[in-house]
């Protein structure tokens, strides 16, 4: 079956940084374009980082650019996420998602919170 499990979050203080990946399995990895998504207490989910099946195009939200660097190895199946720089408005659940036209697949999330 699809799993898409995320890891790498925790309690990290401001301009601190942290690493997170997405270990894949059950679907054609390297068809897929892979992204992270995060989500605030009391807002909507947002999109942080894109990057298409090849690696060679990436895209990030205006809030992250400069900061946050996605990366993926189809050999290994995982995409990452490089936090530098970290606010405490980053702190969200963060969550890899796997896209190839209708198919959407989502990861259970992880929690990174940015407090000194």
């Known amino acids: 079956q699809v799993q898409l499990v995320e890891s790498g979050g925790g309690l990290v203080q401001p301009e601190g940084s942290l690493r997170l990946s997405c270990v894949t399995s059950?679907?054609?990895?390297?068809?897929?374009?892979m992204a992270w998504y995060r989500q605030a207490p009391g807002k909507e989910r947002e999109s942080v980082a894109i990057?298409?099946?090849?690696?060679?195009?990436?895209k990030y939200a205006d809030s992250v650019k400069g900061r946050f660097t996605i990366s993926r190895d189809n050999a290994k199946k995982t995409v990452y996420l490089q936090m530098n720089s970290l606010k405490p408005e980053d702190t969200a659940v963060y969550y890899c998602?796997?896209?190839?036209?209708?198919?959407?697949?989502w990861g259970q999330g992880t929690q990174v919170t940015v407090s000194s």
């Open positions: 059950g679907f054609t990895f390297q068809d897929y374009a």
């Open positions: 990057i298409g099946r090849g690696g060679g195009t990436t």
């Open positions: 998602q796997a896209g190839f036209g209708s198919s959407i697949f």
